[in-house]
T-cell receptor
Framework: GAGVSQSPSNKVTEKGKDVELRCDPI?????LYWYRQSLGQGLEFLIY????????KSGLPSDRFSAERTGGSVSTLTIQRTQQEDSAVYLC?????????????FGEGSWLTVV | AQKVTQAQTEISVVEKEDVTLDCVYE???????LFWYKQPPSGELVFLIR??????QNEISGRYSWNFQKSTSSFNFTITASQVVDSAVYFC???????????FGSGTRLSIRP
């Protein structure tokens, strides 16, 4: 597609349930990122993919969070046993190879509310 | 270590005023990239500009201009003749060539009053 596509755009889930958030990057972009933005806060880095591998997953807040990327394209961020503090906007972004300073383009985000 | 500081949490000005958003960064790399993004109320982050560390030329795009000064590690953003549609949160960001992630500042919430 023309831009980074994320789904669902909004998700309300009960505490303790698992959720999956999907990201479809811009075609041809090899680098993919997940960030989290809590209400009124800045962007918190979660994980970075180059192709299908994740050289930097240092931002994942706990072992309840995991992410994968298949076929060098679509990525899924999974949150197990959700907690209320997981409520946030989860932003996906993509770019050509990161090390060349290519611009990162963001999707519209997935708004997650844990009740 | 890399760090981006946007000291101005919120700014409110009257329409048509000029406004400057400050950004100060820290990095040990000699090659790095600086970015500005706009986040309107709709939530999507919109790319505004990218600048690499070897290009200190200031840039102007319509009412927007950017002042990059390596001597003070600053990359400030000025909006001339502000408009209500400029109301948004603006983020400054830094990418070190040796790093694997862009680091964002905490953002400046800009409100333009009619």
């Amino acid at each position: 597609g023309a831009g980074v596509s994320q789904s669902p755009s909004n998700k309300v889930t009960e505490k303790g349930k698992d959720v999956e958030l999907r990201c479809d990057p811009i075609s041809g972009h090899t680098a993919l990122y997940w960030y989290r933005q809590s209400l009124g806060q800045g962007l918190e880095f979660l994980i970075y993919f180059q192709g299908n591998s994740a050289p930097d997953k240092s931002g994942l807040p706990s072992d309840r969070f995991s992410a994968e990327r298949t076929g060098g394209s679509v990525s899924t961020l999974t949150i197990q046993r959700t907690q209320q503090e997981d409520s946030a906007v989860y932003l996906c972004a993509s770019s050509l190879q990161l090390s060349s300073g290519n611009t990162i383009y963001f999707g519209e985000g997935s708004w997650l509310t844990v009740v | 270590a890399q760090k981006v500081t946007q000291a101005q949490t919120e700014i409110s000005v009257v329409e048509k005023e000029d406004v400057t958003l400050d950004c100060v960064y820290e990095t040990r790399d000699t090659t790095y990239y600086l970015f500005w993004y706009k986040q309107p109320p709709s939530g999507e982050l919109v790319f505004l500009i990218r600048r690499n560390s070897f290009d200190e030329q200031n840039e102007i795009s319509g009412r927007y201009s950017w002042n990059f000064q390596k001597s003070t590690s600053s990359f400030n953003f000025t909006i001339t003749a502000s408009q209500v549609v400029d109301s948004a949160v603006y983020f400054c960001a830094l990418l070190q060539r040796s790093a694997s992630k862009i680091i964002f500042g905490s953002g400046t919430r800009l409100s333009i009053r009619p």
